[in-house]
């Protein structure tokens, strides 16, 4: 007769979509008869990263990529093409404490995060920003 709290970060708890996952994972050993399900594999999807960028990044790296006097530029050809998926991948994991970037991988789930990097991969392809993907054919 009583609800259970909420423990997604979409409802309001601590936990990633990819930690939900595991948890349910283990659960489900815990079952003689449990269903064996396919892994589940997304491909990094640039609109998922662009609405992730939407709620996180934009603080401190503008609407649009192009930076403020807090964080810089990420739309930037230059920087872009100076720097490697694998790159920014890790800075967005473990952060730049000395720069002021912080560890987002202690926050966002592996797949977020490879979502983030498909959009910093389009935007190296062809400079779209965040709030026109939705009309780039990706």
């Known amino acids: 007769g009583t609800g259970m709290p909420a423990w997604a970060q979409d409802f309001g708890g601590p936990l990633t979509d990819e930690e939900v996952r595991q948890i349910i994972s283990y659960l489900r050993t815990w079952e003689a008869s449990a269903p064996d399900l396919p892994p589940q594999s997304t491909a990094p999807d640039p609109v998922r990263g662009a609405e992730i960028y939407a709620s996180i990044c934009v603080v401190c790296h503008g ?24 790159w920014f991948r890790e800075t967005i994991t473990s952060g730049r404490p000395s720069k002021g970037m912080p560890t987002w991988g202690t926050v966002l789930a592996p797949g977020d995060i490879d979502d983030l990097v498909a959009l910093i991969a389009l935007w190296r392809a062809g400079g779209v920003a965040p709030e026109q993907i939705g009309r780039a054919h990706v």
């Open 63 to 86: 609407a649009q990529g192009e930076g403020t006097e807090r964080a810089p530029a990420l739309n930037d050809p230059e920087l872009l093409n100076r720097f490697d998926d694998q």
